[in-house]
């Protein structure tokens, strides 16, 4: 299958909640890296970010898909989130949290009409101060708001 990733990243970029999504995401989690990432087979693009950790991507910048929990997530369809890798039986001895550094991560599946998009993930060197199963509920409807305006952005793109 061919996608075009670069269409991909400029429609997230043209959907103007997707800064304040980001930044609510970030004061809500208390982490200090958010995005919206394209997750393919075979590909992680970032699509749009907020960092204020430095973790260091920028929309359009890569990872290797098999390094990233969001490649588990575009298989499995479901969201995913940790408080304390450390402290966390099924994450603590996980490639991705030791490769990249980080204590806190939640991330959700975008379900566009078509299918799985991407991601909607944050992370943070810190663990969690907040109980990030209470904003799960938030996490997945700012999800299915992304998806519902790529889905728009494609039809009246379609037209």
Same mark, same amino acid.
């Given at each position: ?55 260091? +991507?920028? =929309?359009?910048? &890569?990872?290797?898909? $098999? ?6 997530? /575009?298989? %499995? ?57 209470? +904003?799960? =509920?938030?996490? &997945?409807?700012?999800? $299915? ?6 889905? /728009?952005? %494609? ?5």
């Amino acid at each position: 299958m061919h996608y075009d990733f670069a269409a991909d990243i400029a429609a997230v970029q043209r959907i103007p909640e997707v800064e304040a999504i980001l930044a609510d995401v970030c004061r809500l989690t208390g982490m200090g890296f958010s995005a919206v990432a394209r997750v393919t087979a075979d590909r992680w693009i970032a699509c749009q970010v907020l960092d204020q950790i430095e973790f260091g +991507l920028h =929309p359009g910048d &890569e990872l290797k898909v $098999q390094t990233t929990i969001c490649d588990e997530i /575009r298989a %499995s369809r479901q969201g995913v989130y940790i408080d304390h890798v450390a402290a966390d039986q099924a994450w603590c001895t996980h490639h991705t949290p030791a490769l990249y550094g980080f204590e806190s991560y939640i991330s959700w599946p975008i379900l566009r009409a078509e299918g799985f998009f991407g991601t909607l993930c944050a992370i943070d060197p810190a663990p969690s101060r907040v109980p990030l199963a209470t +904003l799960v =509920p938030q996490i &997945e409807d700012y999800a $299915q708001q992304i998806a519902a305006e790529l889905d /728009r952005l %494609s039809l009246a793109a379609s037209r």
